[in-house]
């Protein structure tokens, strides 16, 4: 399974734009780009998800790096209730859909 | 109201003891999943059916077993072949996800059950 990497934690303000870095430089041509986040005692959520282009959803943004090796997620207004362990995870659009969580980066927002 | 529902929430055990957790759905999804979460780590894959009658093993199977006997339920028991399992456990199905843009592949979680074996 192809790896990715992120920042351990990362802290922000509220109302500012949040970006949060994943590099997979191991990405196959077929990957998907998925971003799930985790609410303190809850399960995941869906986030967002892209292949190549860059894409927009009521929630967040998803950057794609030109060469796929690098995304980024963007909260373009954090409130309290963004701050969660955030997931960014490779999967193939076909198979049986094993997502492989990470440690994932801890977002923390200050009032 | 569709989703995933998890019972209990928490749940005791003493050491040697099967414990069976409850995971239904009621969004139609033909694909679920169970996975453990241990404190400060990602989840990890335990095990997953695409269908009905018919599931398969996961990263960590050990020491677990699961039926899929209706689309609509997905029970997972922790034996006591478990050496360590103590943990928060997640139950997800697979299904689309409409948003800007078209429909998304995506898995959604119940709300967990967080087993104490003492």
């Known amino acids: 399974d192809a790896k990715t990497t992120q920042p351990n934690s990362m802290e922000s303000n509220e109302e500012e734009p949040v970006h949060l870095p994943c590099n997979h430089s191991t990405i196959s041509g077929t990957d998907y780009i998925h971003w799930y986040r985790q609410l303190p005692s809850q399960g995941p959520e869906y986030v967002i998800h892209g292949l190549t282009s860059n894409v927009n959803n009521r929630m967040a943004s998803l950057a794609i790096a030109e060469d796929r090796k690098s995304s980024t997620l963007i909260l373009h207004r954090a409130t309290l209730r963004d701050a969660a362990v955030y997931y960014c995870?490779?999967?193939?659009?076909?198979?049986?859909?094993?997502?492989?969580f990470g440690q994932g980066t801890r977002l923390t927002i200050n009032p | 109201d569709g989703g995933i529902t998890q019972s209990p929430k928490y749940l005791f055990r003493k050491e040697g003891q099967n414990v069976t957790l409850s995971c239904e759905q009621n969004?139609?999804?033909?694909?679920m999943y169970w996975y453990r979460q241990d404190p400060g780590q990602g989840l990890r894959l335990i095990y997953y059916?695409?269908?009905?009658?018919?599931?398969q093993k996961g990263d960590i199977a050990e020491g677990y077993s699961v039926s899929r006997e209706k689309k609509e339920s997905f029970p997972l028991t922790v034996t006591s072949a478990q050496k360590n399992p103590t943990a928060f456990y997640l139950c997800?199905?697979?299904?689309?996800?409409?948003?800007?843009?078209?429909?998304?592949?995506?898995?959604?979680f119940g709300p967990g059950t967080r087993l104490t074996v003492l």
């Open positions: 995870i490779l999967s193939p659009p076909w198979g049986a859909q094993k997502l492989v």
């Open positions: 997800a199905s697979r299904g689309t996800y409409e948003e800007v843009g078209g429909l998304a592949d995506t898995q959604y």
């Open positions: 969004l139609n999804h033909d694909a």
């Open positions: 059916s695409q269908i009905v009658n018919d599931f």
